[in-house]
């Protein structure tokens, strides 16, 4: 095998590895299946449940897109906005970040007064929680324009939209994408948060019905959709990053 | 007629948290169309300030500046900007980075769409002149230092802009490639015939390039001592009127910091 196919293959091996060990140490152990069920089982449980999982991940993941989507959209304004106005810095952003340090459950409980349980709730504390990442970022991106770069621009006559249009969005975009693969795996904690406490449907949901009934590989099922469905959007928008990015990233960092 | 740069009496000061820093103090300088003006002085004496109140980035706190016969209140898109840092955007190739000014600078900005070809096709002349064919599409982290800061010179002249002031364009690069920038630069002057500012402290560089060498103060500046450079263009560096020249203003800078 060469390097590089070794190299691809390294993730896959380290869950294989990782998985055996624990089978193992289910079967050693005789550990009960209440307290923390082996992959076989898990696996099991999977197949058995199919359709619900399915079912519920479905509903999850439209929840997360939506309240992800509404964060990138205010997210970027928002910075646009921080990033370009010194009169909004200096007033809103002190008020974002004591916002941004009130814990997202204890706001959920607000929310299902104001809008029931459900759908809502999932998609707004989804929001809510990836939305300062993506603020912040951009912000940052405006904030380290080269000053020569300003100079020029305005030397020329150029309006603070035009600025902003040419400059300030293009800088920064690696900013935007590197906070959307935060945000996104923040918006699915989100709206998991919101689905275990006030929802009749999502894997949040699932995950908390199957608890009630000591279903433990039910959870653990869950768990790993979770983190199958986190992997595959953490992947996509890396993708994307790459494509529309590749000018920010030169070589391999300080990888050796 | 008015001289094409006149600045009279101009005094600027930066106002920080640290209180008010005197910039410049009386600043007369008077610049004529297509001339190549030099201002060379000790560091943190205001030269920069100069070109700002120039551009119109910043304004005069006391005295005026008029550009073209009207007084300068504003940034004036008759002017080009080179600094130190060449300051490419790493996201757009050679080309589209010259192209830049030509997307904020009326009458280009709205012809732009239509006749994208025909800019770009002016972009890539602009970069053979200055020895960069072959390069347009490259990216600017594929340059390096000495062709980033040719294609800061063809953004910076892209516009055809009546005036060009220069921040110590060539104080990062080796003495070879400065060198054959001077050849560079002198040779598009010759070709556009705009006018230059070149704010410098190297004393070689001035006398190559300008028609007068200007030597400004210790902070706040104002200017001091003028010498006009008589000497056929392209000029030889070890000839010994050019030597002599610059061995007179370095004398004159010792002078001006008192040491």
């Not at chain 2, 169309?33 to 005069?60: I, N």
């Not at chain 2, 080009?80 to 050679?94: H, K």
């Not at chain 2, 070809?117 to 890539?124: F, G, H, M, S, T």
């Not at chain 2, 010498?227 to 030889?236: K, T």
């Amino acid at each position: 095998m060469t390097g590089k196919r070794l190299e691809d293959a390294l993730p896959w091996l380290f869950v294989i590895g990782l998985l055996l060990m624990w089978q193992l140490a289910c079967v050693m152990f005789a550990i009960p299946k209440f307290v923390l069920p082996s992959p076989t089982l898990i696996a099991v449980s999977l197949r058995d449940h199919v359709g619900p999982i399915v079912e519920h991940s479905a509903a999850t993941l439209a929840r997360t897109l939506v309240g992800l989507t509404i964060a990138v959209a205010l997210g970027v304004l928002l910075g646009l906005a921080i990033g370009s106005s010194r009169i909004i810095y200096r007033g809103l952003y002190p008020v974002l970040v004591g916002f941004n340090s009130i814990p997202k459950v204890a706001v959920v409980p607000v929310f299902v007064i104001w809008f029931g349980i459900g759908t809502i709730p999932a998609v707004l504390t989804a929001f809510l929680v990836s939305f300062f990442p993506i603020a912040v970022n951009v912000a940052t991106g405006l904030a380290t324009i080269e000053p020569e770069l300003l100079d020029v621009m305005r030397a020329l006559g150029a309006r603070k939209g035009k600025i902003l249009l040419k400059i300030g969005l293009p800088r920064s975009m690696p900013y935007f994408f590197a906070s959307l693969k935060i945000a996104v795996t923040l918006a699915f904690v989100g709206t998991i948060i919101s689905e275990t406490v006030a929802a009749n449907s999502g894997i949040g949901y699932l995950m908390m019905a199957a608890t009630a009934n000591f279903d433990t590989p039910l959870v653990f099922a869950g768990l790993f959709v979770i983190a199958v469905l986190g992997i595959v959007m953490y992947a996509l928008f890396a993708l994307i990053e790459q494509r529309m990015t590749f000018w920010a990233k030169r070589g391999e960092g300080l990888m050796t | 007629m008015r001289p094409f740069v006149d600045i009279a009496d101009a005094s600027f000061n930066y106002e920080g948290r640290g209180g008010v820093t005197p910039a410049l103090a009386g600043v007369t300088l008077r610049i004529d169309r297509g001339e190549f003006v030099a201002v060379v002085g000790p560091s943190g004496c205001g030269k920069s300030t100069l070109l700002k109140l120039v551009s119109g980035l910043d304004l005069a706190k006391a005295g005026t500046v008029s550009v073209a016969e009207r007084a300068v209140s504003g940034p004036l898109n008759i002017v080009g900007m080179a600094f130190q840092n060449p300051v490419m955007l790493p996201w757009r190739t050679t080309v589209d980075n010259v192209l830049l000014p030509l997307e904020i600078v009326e009458p280009h900005a709205s012809r732009l769409r239509t006749e994208r070809q025909r800019y770009r096709n002016r972009a890539r002349e602009i970069l053979s002149v200055v020895g960069l064919d072959g390069f347009a599409d490259h990216y600017p982290w594929q340059l390096s230092g000495g062709m980033q800061q040719r294609t800061s010179l063809c953004r910076a002249l892209i516009h055809e802009p009546e005036l060009l002031l220069l921040d110590e364009p060539f104080g990062a690069l080796d003495a070879f490639t400065r060198e054959e920038l001077w050849v560079v630069l002198e040779n598009l002057w010759r070709k556009q015939k705009f006018t230059a500012i070149l704010v410098t402290h190297d004393l070689t560089e001035a006398v190559y390039l300008a028609d007068t060498v200007h030597v400004c103060s210790k902070r706040p500046g104002r200017i001091v001592t003028s010498r006009v450079v008589d000497l056929p263009r392209p000029r030889d560096v070890y000839a010994t009127e050019f030597v002599s020249i610059v061995r007179a203003l370095k004398d004159d800078i010792v002078e001006v910091r008192g040491v």
